[in-house]
């Protein structure tokens, strides 16, 4: 009994710790999506809807100036632009917004795209509606696309002190060579969300 009782454990072990491992990427991502932790823009569509005003500005409200920056990896031989420099919206407006990836190499290349909000504190009130983030995005040689993200930002953010002085706001994108972990995540190759040991995703 003892033995079965401790091959158990060590067999419960294993597969606990395995199923941890699988999905820490993914776990970390949507944890990152739900809070705004580190500057990730809040990407949750089960939150309450009444809690997320999309469609409906505030009424005499300030425009917040959303500013694009786009950024690749040395290792990846892609250009990578915002489309607009700037857009101004009221809280609760939907805004849609392009950034342009063009594969500057001579082979078929898949990246990935990771993003923050600064400052950080306003992470959570920016609601992504469609974006291109932590999807595979396979360019052939020389192909350009246009990549789009419709947004907006949450009505509270008016009601909440922190954000008095808060008239601008910057969504950041990084492309990287995109990687799978051993247990086939997508994952950047470079950055806090690299996994040792992955391999690159052949396109």
Known sequence: NKNRTLLLYTASTIILVSAASYLAVPLYRVFCSATGYAGTPNTS????????KPWLPSQGGRRIKVTFNADSSDALPWSFTPSQKEVRVLPGETALAFYTAKNEGEEDIVGIATYNITPDKVAAYFAKVECFCFEEQKLLAGEEVDLPVFFFIDR???????????DEVTLSYTFFRARRDGY????????????????????
């Not at 569509?45 to 997320?52: F, I, M, N, Q, Y």
């Not at 009601?159 to 008095?164: A, I, L, Q, R, V």
């Open 184 to 203: 086939g995540n997508l994952v950047p190759s470079e950055g806090p969300l690299a996994v040792k040991g992955s391999t690159e995703v052949v396109a």
């Open 45 to 52: 569509v089960e939150r309450d809807p009444a809690s997320l």
């Open 156 to 166: 509270d953010f008016m009601d909440d002190p922190d954000m008095k002085t808060v």
